[in-house]
């Protein structure tokens, strides 16, 4: 079996409030950069082209910033499984410049099989294609997906996946060690 994660609200912390408060307090502008963010995720927006759409001039870098909080017991998970032998896979909804601000500061991505990244693979979660385009870049169908929407373990289990609802360490450990992986 392959474990394949979800980076943000997993492996990464959710979006940094402290940061977001320095970008906008304005409802609208909140609401745009959410409305958006499918087609900047799925790669079909530059990041001009979504600051545009959100009306506001690229805060590309703050955005970065307000995504790279990273839970490093779950890092540690990472190494754990790896270490042992275990496959393990990445699918994340990521802008380019994200992905490449990861890429540079991460040398724990290393350990994926398979980065999936939305923004190069053209699918976003929870499109049914995104699974697909993992089932067939690892080349197997045994896989467990982990992530902290239970809209994406959902699709994910419609394609043929087991899903496991991420709510913290300790549940996956507790699957992880009854689950044959």
């Not at 979504?50 to 001039?57: I, K, Q, R």
């Not at 017991?73 to 992905?99: C, F, K, T, W």
Request: with cysteine.
């Amino acid at each position: 079996m392959i474990v394949l994660f979800d980076m943000f609200g997993v492996i990464a912390r959710d979006q940094s409030p402290e940061v977001m408060a320095t970008m906008s307090t304005d409802a609208d502008f909140w609401d745009a950069y959410w409305a958006h963010r499918p087609g900047y995720d799925r790669g079909d927006l530059t990041a001009e082209e979504y600051w545009a759409l959100v009306g506001h001039p690229p805060l590309v870098e703050k955005d970065v910033a307000s995504w790279s909080r990273v839970d490093y017991e779950m890092v540690a998970l990472l190494h754990e499984l790896h270490n042992a032998g275990q496959r393990i896979a990445l699918l994340s909804n990521i802008p380019e410049d994200h992905a490449r601000n990861f890429e540079r500061t991460y040398a724990w991505l290393d350990l994926f099989e398979v980065c999936a990244f939305s923004c190069r693979i053209g699918h976003a979660k929870p499109e049914r294609a995104a699974f697909e385009w993992c089932r067939d870049a690892l080349g197997d169908d045994d896989i467990l997906f982990v992530d902290d929407r239970l809209e994406n373990v959902r699709a994910a289990e419609l394609t043929g996946m087991r899903g496991h609802h991420f709510t913290g360490i300790d549940g996956l450990r507790e699957l992880l060690r009854t689950t044959h992986v």
